[in-house]
């Protein structure tokens, strides 16, 4: 009894997006082998993070894309981009060693319009968002990866507009296991991964995994350490409880030129030129959350206290050119997180889950301005050196939180499931200035930075969503949905004004005041199950944004300010397709075709309205054909292509557009005895140059160049 105890209890805790549910003892196995397992079936995939609760797909009206704990790690990803491009309309793009910007139905973006969740707890506080939130997250040891497309407020709150990441964590076995895997490669890369899972009595059982990363980079002075650890312990409980504990924490120190654009020459030519070599980030990321969970017949209680803490020092490349300056801030979050589902009799099949989320986050920022020493000048200028100058920002502020939410579901026929749900978000930032000056100056430059000595801003948010899945056979269903979504200002954006004339800077304080959230609508119908072998999961899509930011000058005080003014159009199509083409082979695809345009974006510039929106290409796809002659043999050729984009919001023949590009990657894996697996992967097969970022910088098209060919070379040990 004991032990069917225990295996009811980790079952119920085990990450949902792989319910399919692995063996045991593929949790553990290297690569190499796990061509041995059966492909999940599109009928038998569960998610969890469209609804907050378990739900298959099939059933979920909602465009979730799925990567399992054994897609991980055939991929062996050594940043964000090399994994979640997997899921169509997803991708990313490389900054800094794994510092990212993104691509979900919108442009490559920087800007805090995505969700980043860890078992379903944001990694950041609302208000504290960093746009490289997935490098505090151990994604290469992860047991599944989820991402719930377009707007997500009625279920999480502010922030989710473009999409929902959520990295999972996975679950310790009961049976005593190791493994360790150990690579090196190309421009200094060494990395080490161990993982271990053991019972802790007749009743537990714990994980703990660690990741020590190291890179010279392969860009002039672009180095890159991390060291992460994770922890997790489930313990079944005598009432029929389960407890779920996870502990995790990420050092990283880094570089921070590896994005430098370079005019077109240097792109071709010296690609390895870093104009931005004096910039640095250093990150420390902690996170600590304990899930109760108690299923009483037809119910389910769950109850998720956490505590967080973010802190970053950071001499922003992107900062150098216009406000350089030298950035500390941290922020500690204590949070609980409850719900309660109830299940009901009868022919409809009715379900109700409701929720409390409650979070307090007091946060401080300091900045300091620099002294810069640089050569050239405008898009080649090259910083060399620099001076701490005198602070320009030092406050305290805290975020707060609470928001309940409701979502219903039922069946009205056999295979119609409908699904309506309302949020309510009620959050405020509270900040008190440690400056008493009305006005601090960059040295003895012209930039001034207004202050004020305390501010209170609060904001009041209703988000409804309205779904229905229709069950076409027992293999496929048709679903449609209805989402909205929010953004509220973050606190560098009311409390951090920026610099201006000495006369401006005053009224610039109290414009960023009034700043009011953004908002999203998304439209969305879909397709998915399977036929003749084949996977699939089809989705088109209309989101617009409205109340977005816009720089423009304020008529009454002549300021150059940000105002909620701005509205976008994103449409798309993406489509997921998979088949085992005989037993050794298999094909893999990922595919979206979107515009992205202005409808109304009037700056203190120009009028963009009517252009299709900078950074936003049309075409994504990531293509994957895997070979397994026999157990223990695998090789896979990717193909990743990124269509053209303009280089900027006028669209101008001038600057014109980036190409895109088609990049290759091998990856193949060998087991030369039970348990022992060497690997290797081949990264930019035809050694392309290309870009992982392109825009106008001082009247001139820059680019950032992407890794260039690259070997990687590992071995797995399992025991």
Avoid at 586 to 605: E, G, I, N
Wanted: charged share 15%; net charge neutral; proline share 5%.
């Amino acid at each position: 009894m004991r032990k069917n105890r225990i295996a009811v209890a980790l079952a119920l805790a085990f990450p949902v997006s792989v319910c399919f549910v692995l063996p045991a003892s593929a949790q553990t196995q290297p690569a190499a082998q796990t061509q041995a397992v059966t492909e999940p079936s599109a009928l038998s995939v569960v998610t969890v993070t469209g609804s907050r609760e378990q739900t298959l797909l099939l059933q979920t009206p909602a465009s979730v894309g799925v990567i399992s704990a054994q897609d991980i790690q055939r991929t062996g990803p050594m940043h964000p981009q090399q994994i979640l491009g997997q899921v169509p309309g997803v991708a990313i793009a490389v900054t800094n060693g794994e510092g990212h910007s993104t691509a979900i139905r919108h442009p490559f973006t920087t800007s805090p319009l995505y969700l980043y969740l860890e078992d379903g707890i944001p990694i950041r506080a609302t208000g504290f968002f960093n746009h490289n939130a997935l490098y505090e997250v151990n994604i290469p040891q992860a047991g599944g990866i989820e991402v719930v497309k377009g707007p997500g407020s009625a279920l999480y709150g502010s922030d989710a507009i473009g999409g929902t990441v959520n990295i999972l964590t996975r679950a310790p076995a009961a049976t005593p296991g190791i493994s360790v895997s150990g690579e090196a490669g190309s421009f200094g890369w060494r990395r080490l991964l161990v993982d271990g899972t053991t019972a802790t009595g007749p009743d537990g059982a714990v994980r703990a995994a660690v990741n020590l990363t190291h890179t010279d980079g392969w860009r002039d002075q672009t180095a890159y350490d991390r060291q992460s650890a994770s922890f997790r312990h489930d313990q079944a409980l005598a009432d029929g409880a389960v407890l779920k504990t996870i502990l995790g924490y990420t050092r990283i120190d880094q570089q921070t030129g590896a994005n430098t654009a370079l005019t077109y020459n240097d792109y071709l030519n010296n690609p390895t030129k870093n104009n931005l070599s004096i910039a640095y980030r250093k990150v420390d990321a902690l996170r600590l959350s304990t899930q109760y969970e108690r299923e009483m017949g037809a119910s389910l209680l769950t109850i998720t206290p956490y505590l967080r803490s973010n802190a970053m020092d950071l001499n922003g490349s992107f900062n150098l050119s216009s406000d350089p300056r030298i950035e500390k801030a941290d922020v500690t979050s204590l949070g609980v997180m409850a719900k309660w589902r109830q299940d009901f009799s009868g022919a409809l099949k009715a379900r109700l889950i409701v929720g409390l989320d409650l979070e307090r986050s007091p946060g401080s920022r300091t900045e300091d301005s620099l002294n810069l020493t640089s050569t050239g000048t405008g898009a080649d200028r090259f910083y060399t050196a620099y001076t701490l100058g005198n602070r320009i920002y030092d406050y305290d502020v805290t975020f707060k939180s609470a928001s309940a939410y409701a979502q219903g579901e039922l069946s009205p026929t056999p295979a119609l499931r409908v699904t309506a749900g309302l949020r309510f978000d009620s959050i405020g930032y509270d900040m008190t200035n440690h400056i008493t000056t009305a006005t601090t100056r960059a040295g003895t430059t012209a930039r001034y930075y207004g202050q004020i000595a305390s501010a209170s801003v609060d904001y009041s948010h209703l988000s409804p969503k309205l779904g229905a899945t229709l069950a076409l056979s027992p293999a496929s269903s048709l679903y449609t949905s209805y989402n909205h979504g929010f953004r509220a200002p973050s606190e560098s954006q009311l409390f951090r004004a920026g610099s201006d004339t000495a006369a401006n800077v005053a009224n610039k304080v109290l414009l960023a005041l009034a700043l009011k959230p953004i908002k999203a609508n998304q439209f969305e119908l879909g397709w998915r199950g399977a036929a003749d072998g084949w996977s699939y999961d089809l989705a088109l899509y209309q989101l617009v944004k409205q109340d977005d930011l816009v720089s423009q000058r304020d008529l009454a005080t002549n300021v150059s300010t940000s105002v909620n003014a701005g509205r976008t159009e994103h449409q798309g199509i993406e489509l997921a397709l998979g088949k085992a083409l005989s037993p050794q082979w298999r094909l893999d695809t990922a595919l979206s075709y979107a515009r992205h345009r202005y409808v109304d974006w009037v700056t203190a510039t120009a009028n963009y309205s009517g252009n299709e929106m900078e950074n936003a290409p049309r075409v994504m796809a990531n293509t994957r054909i895997r070979w397994t002659p026999r157990a223990g043999t695998m090789a896979q050729l990717e193909w990743v292509r990124l269509g053209d984009y303009w280089l900027e919001a006028g669209n101008s023949a001038t600057y014109g557009k980036y190409p895109g590009h088609e990049v290759f990657n091998l990856r193949v894996s060998q087991s030369v005895s039970k348990g022992v697996n060497v690997f290797a992967r081949l990264m930019n097969l035809t050694d392309r140059r290309y870009a992982d970022s392109a825009s106008v910088s001082s009247s001139t098209p820059v680019f950032s160049p992407a890794l260039p060919r690259a070997l990687y070379v590992g071995m797995d040990a399992t025991w």
